[in-house]
């Protein structure tokens, strides 16, 4: 029986000067660069928390990239309303065109 879920490879990756092998299922470069991300942000805070461990730095680091989760799902729920009302409004104004061609 064949399985229908894609086969993972394993990525090699380095975040805080630790090598990570992560299983992916999908583009071996999405990975990577969302580990140079996560990299980047994690030495930008160890930067600016010379005395902080790596603990306290990943802590820090997944705040920082839920809060900005948080603020995207804000934006994009924003941004269906605003569809939804167009929408809306687009399905009025097509009744009033066929109400006055309909005359």
């Given at each position: 029986?064949e399985s229908s879920a894609p086969e993972?490879?394993?990525?090699?990756?380095?975040?805080?000067?630790?090598?990570y092998t992560l299983l992916a299922s999908?583009?071996?470069?999405?990975?990577?660069?969302?580990?140079?991300?996560?990299?980047?942000?994690?030495?930008?805070?160890?930067?600016?928390?010379?005395?902080?461990?790596?603990?306290?730095?990943?802590?820090?680091?997944?705040?920082?990239?839920?809060?900005?989760?948080?603020?995207?799902?804000?934006?994009?729920?924003?941004?269906?309303?605003?569809?939804?009302?167009?929408?809306?409004?687009?399905?009025?104004?097509?009744?009033?065109?066929?109400?006055?061609?309909?005359?």
């Open positions: 029986m993972k490879q394993p990525v090699r990756v380095t975040i805080l000067s630790r090598p999908g583009d071996p470069r999405e990975v990577e660069e969302v580990a140079a991300s996560v990299n980047d942000l994690m030495l930008s805070i160890a930067s600016k928390s010379p005395n902080a461990d790596s603990t306290r730095i990943a802590v820090l680091a997944c705040m920082h990239l839920a809060d900005r989760l948080r603020a995207l799902e804000r934006e994009l729920n924003q941004m269906k309303e605003q569809s939804g009302r167009k929408s809306e409004l687009a399905e009025q104004v097509e009744q009033l065109l066929a109400a006055v061609e309909g005359r």
